[in-house]
């Protein structure tokens, strides 16, 4: 192993993530374990220079206070205790101050001083790392990962492709409800530029017959995430000698910050709902990324810009933003108008400053005038939305010129489109999507 490594045991701090963070600010790598790890796992993890204890408010679990084993502290390992009346170690702290500046001060001296880590944490160190972790773990076994083009599941394809080469099956289900261009991405970077094992399947008449007629929210994405599985599922029974399920799971996925301690690695192993007769172990390389990390790895993969900056893209994709029962005529205008606005915020730099950005189209059609004559054709709603964690989110204030011209593209060339909408509505009381 290339890098070495701090260790966060987890008492109940509210602080481990922004620890972990700041440990990483330094240079050092480090992950979050619950306190009751066991001394034998601490020591048959390679190159871990430092214990941090991190107590906290929720240190008290089924009314009982909980402390890490003596053997930890006796491992010969540094240990800093903070937030927690640790008797058996010199490197005490009282509390953190709160913000991760001050914490990566505070930290310095323990981690360069005291443990002597060294500040090799970064992706190179990282990449080549996980490519033996890999090829351990899988030997010459083979592997298969539901490939969706989003930037997780992109970066451990690339990761997969450099350990195992022909030895991964991406299977790419193209549910017809993808964006403009993105399945095409795929085939291009991950066939013809990666030479990966890609099993591309179009199943879009498929998934719009399931969808036909059906206009609940709830229903469709029952529907269409249902359809999902059966698709893999057909195509993973297709395959010879399969043992590994490769998964983009990445840290945040099992780090909940603010959490009792006992609660602290979440449930989150579910195999995408296979049915149980298939039954794989798990490979997954970004567990521990945050994701700016997994998109700074995606770059060291060298896979291309719009990819790993990609901004987030619901499941169900555009079936949630054609409104009510999908028609495909609706469906095309949503991806259309979707394109024109992508290529309009990134003409503007906008792509890299909003969080979300998107069209919606309703079901109900508006009276318009076009080349004298009376139209009736659909309103296009543009929703860009910036938040931290999707549970708030507040409206862009786009230009009126970038409006403008976005809006007379989209009524010049997306057919059956005669009006654009800007929503204006925060969350709450909007959702980010309309669905
Ligand atoms: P809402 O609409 O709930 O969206 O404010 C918050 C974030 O979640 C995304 N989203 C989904 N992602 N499956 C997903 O994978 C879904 O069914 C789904 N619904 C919403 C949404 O795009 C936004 O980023």
Same mark, same amino acid.
């Given at each position: 192993m290339k890098q070495d490594m701090i260790v966060i045991l987890d008492l109940g701090s509210e602080l481990n993530t922004m620890v972990a963070r700041a440990v990483r600010a330094l240079g050092v790598y480090s992950e979050i374990y619950p306190h009751d790890i066991t001394a034998d796992k601490l020591k048959a993890m390679p190159n871990v220079k430092g214990i941090i204890v991190n107590g906290g408010p929720n240190n008290i679990v089924d009314g009982e206070k909980i402390f890490v084993s003596d053997e930890v502290y006796n491992l010969g390992i540094p240990v800093m205790a903070v937030e927690h009346d640790a008797a058996k170690t010199d490197n005490k702290l009282a509390k953190w101050p709160d913000d991760e500046e001050q914490v990566k001060e505070l930290l310095k001296p323990f981690v360069f001083d005291i443990c002597k880590s060294e500040a090799n944490w970064n992706m190179k160190n990282f990449v080549a790392d996980q490519i033996e972790l890999v090829?351990?773990? =899988? &030997?010459?076994?083979? =592997?298969?990962?539901?490939?969706? &083009? &989003? =930037?997780d599941s992109s970066v451990v394809a690339a990761l997969l492709i450099k350990a195992i080469g022909k030895n991964l099956t991406c299977v790419h289900v193209n549910h017809g409800l993808l964006r403009k261009g993105e399945p095409e991405q795929v085939v291009e970077v991950f066939r013809n530029q990666l030479d990966a094992n890609l099993v591309y399947v179009d199943a879009s008449e498929r998934f719009l017959g399931k969808l036909k007629d059906v206009a609940d929210p709830e229903e469709k994405r029952k529907i269409i995430g249902a359809e999902f599985i059966r698709v893999f599922e057909e195509e993973a029974r297709k395959l010879e000698g399969i043992d590994f399920l490769a998964q983009g799971t990445i840290y945040p996925d099992i780090v909940e910050s603010g959490t009792k301690t006992a609660k602290v690695v979440k449930s989150h192993h579910n195999v995408g709902g296979l049915p149980e007769d298939m039954q794989f172990e798990l490979v997954e390389p970004l567990y521990y990324l945050f994701k700016d990390e997994v998109r700074a790895c995606g770059i060291e993969l060298g896979l291309p810009d719009n990819m790993v900056y990609r901004q987030p893209f619901p499941g169900p994709g555009l079936g949630v933003r054609c409104l009510g029962a999908i028609t495909r005529d609706r469906l095309e205008a949503v991806r259309e108008s979707d394109a024109i606005l992508r290529e309009e915020f990134a003409n503007y730099g906008l792509d890299k400053k909003v969080w979300q950005y998107f069209t919606a189209i309703p079901d109900f059609k508006s009276v318009g005038v076009r080349d004298n004559a009376r139209s009736f054709e659909y309103p296009? !709603? %543009?929703?860009? =939305?910036?938040?931290?964690?999707?549970?708030?989110?507040? %409206?862009?204030? !786009?230009?009126w010129e970038i409006l403008n011209k976005i809006t007379k593209r989209i009524i010049n060339e997306v057919p059956g489109v005669n009006r654009v909408c800007y929503d204006l509505t925060p969350k709450p009381t909007g959702t980010i999507e309309w669905e």
């Open positions: 090829k351990k773990q =899988v &030997g010459d076994k083979k =592997v298969l990962l539901a490939l969706s &083009g &989003g =930037v296009v !709603i %543009i929703r860009a =939305v910036n938040t931290v964690d999707a549970m708030t989110a507040t %409206i862009e204030p !786009i230009e």
